[in-house]
């Protein structure tokens, strides 16, 4: 099979339908972090996948704006804590909007309880599920940063239900 090298390709949509369109599509909440030499950053991710079971790897997508894109890179690892129910306040002040008449600033770990693994990423303490990652790849598409990461160490709560965004607005998942 051979596969055609990458050619740019013209939007074929109009920007604001796409994003409407996207808007419909019901992703997983997470927060993806980063700590070391190039500082402890966070930012609020929907675009968050698996890549492999074999070896576990995932990627995220993260805009290149944030400083967590290219501290991710210096520092050559993130997490990904997938949040539960109940943490939407947690995405939104890693999303930069804490809310009015909260206490919290954007982007404030003291927001949450948080652990370290393998790298020393913080992971949320009360995650859905959560993933330590080495930095195996990173690619500049668009706007974005697409962060690749084998899985060093995973865990997934018992308990815990993930927390879903959807048309712009956080809910849960309900099995048919």
Do not use: K
């Amino acid at each position: 099979m051979t596969i055609a090298p990458h050619h740019p390709v013209q939007p074929a949509t109009d920007r604001a339908d796409f994003i409407a369109a996207m808007g419909n599509a019901a992703t997983g909440v997470t927060v993806v972090t980063t700590d070391g030499p190039a500082g402890r950053f966070a930012q609020t991710v929907s675009a968050m996948c698996s890549v492999t079971a074999d070896p576990p790897s995932l990627l995220v997508c993260v805009n290149e704006r944030s400083p967590l894109a290219a501290a991710a890179v210096r520092n050559g690892h993130f997490a990904v804590s997938v949040l539960g129910l109940g943490q939407a306040h947690v995405s939104d002040v890693f999303a930069g909007r804490p809310g009015p008449g909260t206490a919290t600033a954007p982007y404030d770990f003291g927001c949450a309880d948080w652990d370290t693994h393998t790298t020393g990423s913080p992971l949320l303490r009360a995650a859905a599920a959560a993933f330590d990652c080495r930095l195996t790849d990173a690619v500049v598409s668009g706007t974005h940063r697409v962060l690749f990461g084998a899985v060093l160490a995973s865990a997934v709560s018992t308990t815990a239900r993930p927390l879903v965004h959807h048309a712009r607005t956080y809910g849960a998942h309900r099995p048919l």
